[in-house]
């Protein structure tokens, strides 16, 4: 569940960025397999993420305006610094916390995570949207 709010902060990104609806939805895929790679890695037991309970809980989190994550991305997409985008939401965006948790969690498994490390630099390493979205566009299938 934590990790869906990642995704959420890159779409929002890739939406304040001017990213279309295609790019979106390959984002979207994308970021289902790196939730199938993460959870075999860390919990090996058998769950299916393209279940509709696991998948139209993400698809909500990734698309909705209302989406407090998906509007940190957003934000941040369109110029906003980290503290202005935080403070105009005025509520948690828990992708936030979970970005730094993750990426602690996939070094240590050595798990290839893309979207989630895209965010990471983005939040963390101070890498501009742009150029975190360009590269993180060049590993997408």
């Known amino acids: 569940a934590v990790l869906k709010n990642i995704y959420a902060i890159a779409a929002g990104l890739a939406h304040g960025l001017g990213y279309g609806d295609n790019f979106q939805a390959v984002l979207v895929s994308n970021a289902q397999r790196e939730m199938k790679r993460f959870m075999k890695a860390v ?5 299916k993420i393209t ?11 990734m698309y909705s305006p ?7 991305g957003h934000l941040v997409g369109k110029g906003y610094s980290l503290k202005s985008a935080m403070a105009e939401i005025g509520m948690v965006a828990e992708g936030y916390y979970a970005a730094k948790h993750i990426w602690e969690v996939k070094k240590d498994r ?5 979207v989630a490390s ?5 939040l963390y390493r101070n890498m501009p949207p742009q150029k975190a979205l360009q590269i993180l566009a060049n590993k997408l299938i």
């Open 110 to 114: 050595a798990v290839k995570m893309p």
């Open 66 to 72: 209302f989406s407090r994550n998906r509007t940190l």
């Open 51 to 61: 279940h509709t309970a696991y998948s139209s809980d993400l698809f909500v989190t």
């Open 43 to 47: 919990y090996p037991m058998k769950r």
């Open 118 to 122: 895209a965010v990471h630099k983005v």
